[in-house]
C-alpha cells in the first residue's frame, strides 16, 4: 500500500508515478519486485504524458477517456482490461473514507498529522471489515 499527501490543486496524473514508485508487490520465492503489469485508474488520470511514461516503463494503463477533452484521436481507442471491473474495490474504500470527517474536511495543516489520520482510518476500517467478516 501506498499513500501520498498533495494539494488540492496538484493534477492526478502528476502524482501517479510518484505513488507507483513506492509500491512493491511481494512474490513466493523471489526479491519483491516493483513492475507493474496492468493498472487500473479513472478518467481523472486521462492524460498523453502519463500514458507515455507509463507505456514507457512497461505498463498497460486502463483508463478510459475523458469524453470532454481536446486531445488528438490516433490510433485505436484505448481498450480496457478486465482489472477495471475491480475498480469499485477502490471506489467502496472512498466511499468508507468519506465517514471520516476530519478526512474529507481536512481539519490538519501538516501533512504528516493528516497522514497519520488517514493511516489510523485505514486501520479502523480494516478492523472493521475483518470483524464483520
Known sequence: MSLAVYLASTHESQTALAVLAQIRIPQAKRKSRKRIRV???DKA???TPLRR???A???RASIPECRFKNR???GPKPKHHPASRKRYQV???HAWLDNYRALVVRYERKADNYRGLMVFAFLLICIRVLLHW
Open 53 to 55: 511514461r507509463l507505456r
Open 91 to 93: 471506489e467502496r474504500l
Open 72 to 74: 488528438r484521436r490516433r
Open 57 to 59: 516503463k512497461g505498463i
Open 39 to 41: 493498472l487500473a485508474m
Open 45 to 47: 488520470f486521462d492524460s
